[in-house]
C-alpha cells in the first residue's frame, strides 16, 4: 500500500509537469503605463481634492499672501484623505522600480565598448545606484509629511531632485554613448526616445531653477502669487520625471522586461 501510494504522488507530479502551463505576461509597456498611472492619478487625486475641500489651508502661505495651488508637499502629505491615497499608489508605484533599476543596468551593460568598456559599466552601476537612491528619497518623502517632520522631508525632497537629475544626465550619456560608439547609428526609434529623454531632462531642470528662484522671491518679498509659480513648477518637475522613465521603459525596455505570471490553480506535488 505504501508502494502504491508513492506511485501516485510520482505519477501525479510527472502528469502536472507535462500539462502545460498557463501565464499572463505583463510587457516592459505594461509595466510602464501601470507604474506611470499611480504616481499620476495620486497626485492628481490630492491637488484636486486640495483645491475642492481644502482650498484655504492647502494654499495658506507662511506670510498670508495669496495663493492660488496647494503645493506638492501640502497636498499629498497635509490632509486626508490625500495623504494616504498619495501614500498607497507610491508604496505600489516603487515596488516594481527596485526590479526596474536592474533591468535598466543590464540595458546598459548588453553593449560592449572594447576598451572603454570598463568606465562605461562603472557609469551604469552608477546610474542604477541613483535609481534606488531616487527611489527611496520619493518613499521617505512620501512617508515622512512635511507637518511631521518638516527637516527630514526636505531633505529626501531635495534628495529625490538631485538624484532625478543625475540620473537623467547619466542615462542620456549612457544611452548616447552605448548606440553610437565605433559607428553606430541609432535607429529611428532610439532617435526619437533619446530625443523625447534629452527634452524632458531640460525641461526637468529649468523648472527645478524656476521653482528654486520664486521659492527665494516668496520668501524674501512674499508676493502675492509668486508661491503659485512654484507650486507650478513643482507640478511640472514631477510630470517629467514620470514621463521621463515612461519613455525609458515603454520604448527602450519593450525587449528585456517583462513579467509571466502563472494562473495554474492546483495542488503541486513534490517527488517522492
Not at 512617508?143 to 538624484?163: D, G, P, R
Amino acid at each position: 500500500m505504501a508502494d502504491a501510494t508513492i506511485l501516485s504522488r510520482n505519477d501525479r507530479y510527472q502528469q502536472q509537469q507535462q500539462q502545460p502551463q498557463v501565464y499572463i505576461r505583463l510587457t516592459a509597456p505594461v509595466i510602464a503605463s501601470v507604474v506611470a498611472f499611480l504616481p499620476v492619478f495620486g497626485i492628481v487625486f490630492s491637488v484636486t481634492w486640495s483645491l475642492l475641500y481644502d482650498f484655504e489651508r492647502s494654499t495658506r502661505t507662511h506670510c498670508g499672501v495669496p495663493n492660488y495651488l496647494p503645493s506638492i508637499s501640502a497636498a499629498i502629505g497635509g490632509f486626508t484623505p490625500q495623504r494616504y491615497v498619495w501614500r498607497a499608489c507610491i508604496g505600489l508605484h516603487c515596488a516594481p522600480r527596485f526590479l526596474v533599476a536592474f533591468t535598466y543596468y543590464n540595458f546598459h551593460m548588453s553593449v560592449r565598448l572594447a576598451e572603454k568598456n570598463k568606465l562605461y559599466g562603472h557609469l551604469a552601476a552608477i546610474a542604477c545606484v541613483l535609481h534606488i537612491i531616487e527611489n527611496l528619497a520619493l518613499l521617505g518623502l512620501t512617508y515622512v509629511a512635511s507637518n511631521e517632520n518638516h527637516y527630514a522631508h526636505e531633505k529626501f525632497f531635495i534628495t529625490f531632485l538631485v538624484s532625478s537629475l543625475c540620473y537623467m544626465l547619466l542615462t542620456i550619456i549612457l544611452v548616447k554613448w552605448g548606440r553610437t560608439y565605433d559607428g553606430r547609428t541609432m535607429s529611428a526609434r532610439e532617435r526619437k526616445s533619446y530625443s523625447t529623454k534629452f527634452t524632458l531632462f531640460v525641461f526637468n531642470i529649468s523648472c527645478c531653477f524656476i521653482a528654486a528662484y520664486v521659492y527665494w522671491r516668496h520668501n524674501k518679498y512674499c508676493e502675492p502669487g509668486v508661491f503659485t509659480m512654484f507650486a507650478l513648477s513643482e507640478y511640472l518637475i514631477v510630470a517629467t520625471n514620470i514621463w521621463f522613465h515612461y519613455n525609458w521603459m515603454s520604448n527602450d525596455l519593450s525587449n528585456s522586461l517583462w513579467i509571466n505570471i502563472s494562473l495554474e490553480d492546483r495542488k503541486h506535488y513534490l517527488p517522492v
